[in-house]
């Protein structure tokens, strides 16, 4: 059995989690709140000012309780996972198991990251439900669409577009005369896509003052959808901002591995019925020349 632990991304967020868990692990909690510089528990149990759909404090506060559910399933289970899977956001909770950086550091570069993004305004971001990355490609060759990025490749049938807010409704309009669901997003960004650019050098320059350690646990990079390579860790973060997350790639690399067990480490449980959808499309049998 080869147990992997998935850790969510933003979206994964919502008012009353870590409710079970702060208690549970209070030094790392009030750890965070030092160096954030509030209560994450008020933000993430009574969210007042609603500031837990605010980029700049949904990130610390997703991957403080990812990391605090991580150590929830270690204790449970008497065991480290074989391997780890984060989306988005969730590949700094999945480096933190990894060992790759302290708890400290993971969350002052999750702070910086949401406090660059909520800073970077303009566009949004598509869902689109139904067709695969080709038939994607088809209909914006048919649009003449060159100012939409494929951004999140979740399923081979879910795919999220970032881009102009203009452009992604008359390409949602374009799907549904097709016969697809397209479902905007609540975001006023386009993540992961070429919009990211100037916010991405910021984070370059921030990121380049930490040093990493080897992994102690094989980790799938967003950016490569296969294992990080040691000396990969800034660059691969980096990338990651202005490149699309290839989830499917991701799990379905995973899904090669002997009796493959998932454990998600939110119980949003979005993750997991990704996996299963990805389960029902195999990759093809490998043949020898």
């Given at each position: ?15 009353g ?17 030092s ?7 008020n ?16 990130q610390?506060?997703?991957?403080t ?20 899977a ?8 999945a ?11 993971g969350?002052r570069l999750?702070?910086?990251?949401g406090e ?6 303009g ?15 088809t ?8 100012s ?10 879910q ?24 479902v905007?997003?609540n ?12 916010m991405?050098?910021?984070?370059a ?12 646990v094989p980790?799938?990079s967003?950016f490569?959808a296969?294992p990080y390579?040691?000396g ?12 699309g ?14 009796d493959?067990q998932?454990?998600?480490l939110?119980?949003r449980?979005?993750?997991l ?17």
């Amino acid at each position: 059995m080869t147990l992997i632990f998935l850790a969510p991304g933003q979206g994964a967020q919502e008012r009353g989690m870590g409710a079970d868990l702060f208690d549970a692990y209070p030094t790392l909690v009030d750890e965070a709140e030092s160096i954030l510089g509030y209560s994450l528990r008020n933000l993430c149990l009574q969210d007042p000012d609603n500031r837990l759909s605010n980029t700049a404090y949904t990130q610390p506060a997703l991957y403080t309780v990812t990391v605090l559910n991580y150590l929830k399933q270690r204790d449970q289970l008497g065991r480290e996972p074989d391997f780890v899977a984060g989306h988005s956001l969730g590949e700094y909770s999945a480096l933190f198991i990894a060992e790759a950086f302290s708890f400290a550091d993971g969350l002052r570069l999750t702070q910086k990251r949401g406090e660059l993004m909520a800073a970077t305004q303009g566009g949004g971001m598509l869902a689109v439900i139904g067709p695969n990355r080709a038939e994607i490609e088809t209909i914006f060759k048919e649009a003449g669409m060159e100012s939409v990025d494929i951004a999140n490749l979740n399923t081979p049938s879910q795919t999220v577009l970032s881009g102009p807010e203009n452009d992604l409704q008359f390409l949602g309009a374009l799907f549904e005369r097709h016969g697809h669901r397209a479902v905007p997003l609540n975001v006023n960004t386009a993540f992961h896509s070429r919009y990211m650019a100037a916010m991405k050098s910021a984070f370059a320059a921030f990121i380049a003052d930490f040093a990493f350690s080897p992994l102690m646990v094989p980790v799938i990079s967003n950016f490569t959808a296969l294992p990080y390579r040691d000396g990969e860790i800034a660059n691969n973060l980096v990338q990651q901002l202005d490149h699309g997350v290839r989830w499917t790639e991701s799990i379905q690399y995973l899904l090669q591995e002997d009796d493959p067990q998932f454990v998600e480490l939110s119980s949003r449980n979005i993750l997991l019925r990704m996996v299963e959808e990805i389960q029902r499309h195999p990759l093809p049998l490998k043949t020898s020349a």
